[in-house]
């Protein structure tokens, strides 16, 4: 088993790495690689070509998993179809209002639809599909992932997703364990959150033109939504119907996460539609984006690190 921490040149200690050392799993047979770069597909290829454990588990260097995440994930690989494993990627209780508002709206299905999994627990153990996994806190087989040459290093921040795309089509099985968790905070500020979106939606379209498929159907709403709304000022009372009941779904999501405390719901209104308005011009944006990564640049620049694990 080998562990992948993708970080930046001046992280001398990931969050994530203390984490690591807290893992319920056996450190003899626990690799940890940490790829420093600007870059962190990049980093991830370069990292994985070293690699020497059967499974690779990708870690951010702000995700902190459970004691019992990775040991979970690793029974499921007993099913020699799966190749992929992951799960949640939950908001730390500690973390301030703001950042709680962000990850409830992420985890809303109004705003992210079936990826709203990937920000909370959903279900039971099942088959899914690269909605609800992500990259932060992901389990796969070496072998087959360097089969397929790694990640496609054009396609950050969506080069994940693209890869689960492709196992499955060629029948390998990808899991989502609702136990199987990392907690990582969100955004820390609005401007933050907005880049993000943006960058979400850019992803999503540079890799719908890469590798086209239905799934990728449903993410047109968010940028047709966005064209309705700059139309809107020009369209007669009855075009105004849908406007409406957009809002009422906005406030009927808002009620349903009421729980979380007045501090955080008055929060949510504006920001589930921020997450569309935002998503929608990345979107636009990405579709018309150049894809080819530049050989040479600074990005592609990665030193690598193997971190022995001190008995407990």
Not at 85 to 100: F, I, T
Not at 101 to 120: D, E, N, Q
Not at 214 to 232: E, K, T
Request: some cysteine; proline content about 9%.
């Amino acid at each position: 088993m080998t562990v992948i921490i993708a970080t930046r040149p001046e992280d001398t200690e990931p969050q994530s790495l203390r984490a690591v050392r807290k893992l319920d799993y056996p450190r003899e047979i626990l690799e940890v690689v940490v790829a420093r770069g600007r870059q962190p597909s990049v980093q991830r290829n370069h990292a994985s070509r070293i690699a020497t454990g059967d499974l690779i588990y990708f870690l951010d260097d702000d995700s902190v998993p459970s004691p019992e995440s990775l040991r979970l994930a690793v029974r499921e690989f007993e099913d020699p179809s799966v190749a992929m494993v992951g799960g949640p990627n939950l908001c730390p209780a500690d973390a301030p209002p703001l950042e709680q508002a962000f990850a409830l709206v992420m985890g809303a299905p109004l705003a992210f639809w079936s990826s709203s999994a990937r920000y909370r627990s959903v279900g039971r153990v099942r088959a899914s599909s690269e909605k609800e996994l992500i990259l932060c806190n992901m389990v796969v087989r070496r072998r087959g992932f360097l089969e397929l040459g790694g990640f496609d290093e054009a396609l950050y921040p969506n080069e994940e997703n693209a890869l689960m795309d492709t196992l499955q089509k060629r029948g390998a099985k990808l899991v989502y364990h609702p136990q199987v968790v990392v907690y990582r905070r969100p955004r820390r500020t609005l401007g933050a959150f907005i880049s993000m979106l943006r960058n979400y939606g850019r992803g999503r379209a540079e890799q719908f033109r890469l590798h086209p498929t239905p799934g990728s159907i449903p993410n047109f709403a968010p940028p047709l939504l966005l064209v309705y709304l700059l139309l809107v000022p020009w369209l007669s009372k009855w075009l105004l119907a849908p406007l409406a009941l957009y809002g009422a779904a906005v406030l009927f999501q808002t009620a349903l996460l009421a729980r979380a405390g007045a501090g955080v719901v008055l929060r949510l209104p504006p920001l589930l539609v921020m997450c569309h308005i935002f998503y929608g011009a990345g979107f636009w944006q990405g579709l018309f984006t150049r894809l080819a990564p530049q050989a040479g640049s600074p990005a592609r620049e990665v030193t690598l690190e193997r971190v022995v694990l001190q008995p407990p």
